[in-house]
């Protein structure tokens, strides 16, 4: 991916942190690279180099800055909207996929030879899938190594190093510090909440509009597997290593974040799943502008910027949600719901794995899998027949892995089989395109609230009429729903 070396040096002297995560700046003369923000001295123009990517930055053998520590930075947006095979790609290399699979099992995922998913990654990234996996991993255990009491050799291989030494040796060369060295910088604090907890901050670019990301989860909040209170937003994760339980927390800057992992394996994947719930790497100036452009949205936006749109850590369960509230009310459909968990009821995420902290979220876990909802009696499914068998249709496809509701996934394709699956029609799949797969620029014209909400600020509310004007609204159509829902 090209940079324009101007823009991006402009962007490092006035220290503009909305730029972080959406390129490295490399100091030759120091051997370092920073996010733009870094509030060290502006460095000489001959002594700066750009790259796409930390892992681009690593490979050209720059260690990471101990002041402004840009592998904590924001994501880039574009990996985050992006529905193209490198997009998919980023989504799944963040969840841990490398990792566990392989370069092979990514390639696998994403449906093509590896070779020319390396070629296309280094095109646009700088970095092929395991220099990018790798860079992943040192973040991971440094997060691991400075939160929590766990041994080195154990932070080694949660954080998905193949060997101890592999682990020191990308530590110090992305830190330019031991392993032991980071430890002690940390100035001997210890992790609270007790085995299996990691507290940490999750960064995003500013402005964040807190309260109505609260509000629009709490609205929809399935008692047993998520809460909101306490200015807190709290639930339940099913991992691939294990179950966890993950508070989340919004505050001047960042999100506060405590995770309670069975499977320390399972903290690059949490994070990622994390961020994406709260849409932490979106870039708010973007939408908002775009928003800001239509006298009717202009107000609200002024009112309220930063709004994001709440993303899933569960694509099934997003699916499974959309088809449950067709055609009856949230309120109805939470009932619903409710009294499915309740007939899949499995132990809470916080029991499972023995501890009993008084400050944890208590009896919380996951949304039930594809196979839990399949085994599920028909007394469990509180809804017509029709609506039950396409819920079980769908846990069939996922099951199967005819359909993949993942961040990773291919949302045409995505769209395309729900939309053939009996029962399931264009609102229900725009929803979860939406929301389970990130898409950013879907209107649900046909949606009740988007209509009422479309009428409280003057604009027209007859679908075909309001489809034809949301044109303007491109290509953030999806943040328009979540600002007319809140009109409504």
């Not at 670019?205 to 998520?226: K, M, N, S, T």
């Amino acid at each position: 991916m090209e940079l324009d070396f101007e823009r991006c040096y402009r962007a490092v002297d006035s220290r503009d942190q909305r730029f972080d995560g959406w390129f490295y700046t490399g100091v030759t003369s120091t051997g370092i690279y920073c996010r733009p923000s870094c509030p060290a001295t502006t460095p000489k123009r001959q002594n700066v180099r750009f790259f796409p990517s930390a892992a681009a930055a690593q490979g050209a053998g720059l260690r990471a800055c101990r002041r402004c520590r840009p592998d904590a930075a924001p994501g880039s947006p574009q990996w985050d909207v992006r529905a193209d095979v490198v997009g998919r790609a980023m989504r799944l290399i963040a969840d841990g996929v490398v990792d566990r699979d392989g370069v092979p099992g990514l390639a696998a995922r994403l449906g093509y030879t590896e070779r020319h998913l390396h070629r296309m990654l280094r095109a646009e990234l700088g970095a092929g899938p395991l220099a990018l996996a790798r860079a992943q991993r040192a973040q991971t255990a440094r997060i691991l190594i400075e939160t929590t009491g766990l041994g080195l050799a154990e932070v080694a291989f949660a954080a998905g190093f193949g060997s101890v030494r592999q682990f020191n040796d990308t530590v110090r060369e992305v830190y330019g510090a031991t392993p032991s060295e980071l430890r002690v910088s940390r100035g001997g604090r210890r992790a609270v909440g007790g085995a299996g907890t990691i507290t940490l901050r999750l960064a995003y670019r500013p402005p964040l509009h807190a309260g109505a990301l609260l509000d629009f989860l709490a609205l929809r909040a399935l008692p047993g597997v998520e809460e909101v209170r306490d200015g807190a937003y709290h639930r339940g994760l099913r991992l691939p290593h294990g179950p966890g339980t993950v508070s989340l927390a919004p505050a001047d800057g960042h999100v506060a974040a405590t995770l309670r992992l069975a499977d320390m394996r399972d903290l690059a994947p949490a994070v990622a799943r994390c961020r994406r719930l709260l849409d932490l790497d979106a870039d708010p100036a973007a939408v908002d502008a775009t928003l800001a452009a239509d006298p009717a949205l202009a107000p609200a936006v002024a009112a309220e910027p930063g709004v994001r749109l709440p993303h899933a850590v569960d694509g099934f369960e997003m699916a499974v949600r959309a088809i449950t509230t067709q055609q009856i009310s949230l309120r109805s459909a939470r009932t619903t719901l409710t009294h499915l968990l309740a007939a899949t009821a499995a132990p809470p995420a916080d029991e499972a794995d023995g501890d009993s902290a008084d400050d944890r979220p208590r009896g919380l876990r996951a949304f039930p899998s594809p196979e839990e909802v399949l085994g599920a009696a028909d007394s469990a499914f509180r809804m017509p027949g029709a609506r039950r068998e396409t819920i079980r249709a769908v846990a069939r496809a996922v099951a199967d892995g005819d359909l993949d509701l993942a961040p990773g996934g291919d949302r045409e394709d995505a769209v395309r089989r729900l939309t053939a699956l009996p029962g399931v029609g264009p609102w229900t799949a725009g929803y979860v395109a939406m929301r389970a797969l990130g898409d950013p620029d879907v209107l649900l014209p046909t949606d009740l609230g988007v209509r009422r909400g479309a009428a409280a600020l003057g604009l027209p509310d007859d679908p075909k009429t309001l489809n034809a004007y949301a044109d303007r609204w491109r290509p953030w159509r999806s943040y328009a729903v979540i600002r007319l829902w809140r009109a409504a």
